[in-house]
Structure formats: structure tokens, C-alpha cells
């Protein structure tokens, strides 16, 4: 595991450089349709998980994964939000290990975010401010420990934007956990 650098807010780690294999995984899973990767990955993130310093559970021993959203175009191609999924099969390895585990896709993308591929980090950061957004009924409990679980860290734009948004919801994420970094 590595830590991946973001400019502002909670502490991020990536299983993997974004390079060779990882990269052509990652690839595959987000955007050549390998919708079978998702079990694989997600036993990956949960296998880690335990190992992130920063992040911990709730008092009551659950763990909440939240995924970082897609635009809601990129999900329809891809068959679904596949962050969500991972997260899925992520919570389904920590469950069979004993914890308790809860996913919450709480986040979307406004309409007006555009394709990041090919921005540089102000416009990455531009394209999403005020863009991310609650889906309130998703929702844990203000107070509660979240982890932001991410496909990939490029600026970290996402990451703290979704960040942003979470803690001005009353939530407290503890750390950003992605398969892979660029940086």
C-alpha cells in the first residue's frame, strides 16, 4: 500500500501505482465493461482496509464505505456506478471476516461535470466545485467515520471534493482508500 498525496483534507492510500498491471485492471474494470473485476478488487480494498492507520469503524464496530460517485453518463456505459459495486464486494469480505459493514452511496455528480480525462488539476478542481452532492437518503449518521473508497488518485480533486461535501454533512472521513495513484 501507498500513500497517494492530496493537497487538503484526510489522508489517502492507494493499493498500487497506476502503472502495469494495476493500471490495466483498474482500465479494464472502468472502462472496458470487465464488470467480474469488481469481486476481485473489492476483496482486494477490504483485505487493506484493516491496515489504513487512520480509518476505523463506528462505535459500534460498523465500518461505512462510501464510494466516490461517476457522472451519471459514465455509469449508464459502464453497466452501473462501479465504485459502488467494489464497495459492495468490499463489504461482503469484511463481513465474512467478522465486521460489521455498511456501503453508502451518498454522493452524485451534478449534470454539468464534465469528463475530467485531460484536465489539469484547477480544471479537475473547477470541474467539480459545487458539484458533488448528498443523496441524503444514503445517508449515516452525522458523527459517523467514513471511508472514501476511489477507483484512481490523479490531482485528488475528486477525493476532496467528495471530502468537502461529507464533512459538511456532519460526517468524518478518515482516510481515502483507492486501487491506485499517480502520484
Known amino acids: ?34 464488470r467480474e473485476l469488481a469481486e476481485p478488487l473489492g476483496v482486494a480494498v477490504a483485505k487493506a482496509l484493516p491496515w489504513v492507520p487512520e480509518a476505523r469503524p463506528d462505535p459500534d464496530g460498523v465500518w461505512w464505505l462510501v464510494p466516490a460517485p461517476s457522472r451519471r453518463r459514465s455509469s449508464r456505459l459502464r453497466g452501473g456506478e462501479h465504485m459502488t459495486n467494489l464497495a459492495r464486494w468490499c463489504a461482503t469480505e469484511l463481513a465474512g471476516a467478522g465486521h460489521g459493514v455498511a456501503v453508502a452511496p451518498m454522493l452524485e455528480l451534478a449534470r454539468s461535470v464534465t469528463d475530467s ?57 478518515t482516510a481515502v482508500l483507492a486501487l491506485t495513484s499517480t502520484n
Open 117 to 173: 480525462v485531460g484536465l489539469d488539476p484547477a480544471a479537475r478542481a473547477a470541474n467539480l466545485a459545487g458539484r458533488v452532492r448528498i443523496r441524503s437518503r444514503a445517508s449515516p449518521p452525522s458523527g459517523t467515520p467514513v471511508v472514501l473508497l476511489d477507483d484512481v488518485i490523479t490531482t485528488g480533486a475528486t477525493a476532496a471534493a467528495c471530502h468537502e461535501v461529507l464533512k459538511a454533512a456532519g460526517l468524518e472521513v
Open 1 to 34: 500500500m501507498r500513500r497517494a498525496a492530496l493537497a487538503d483534507g484526510p489522508l489517502a492510500y492507494a493499493l498500487a501505482a497506476y502503472r502495469g498491471a494495476a493500471r490495466d485492471a483498474v482500465l479494464a474494470y472502468k472502462e472496458r465493461g470487465r
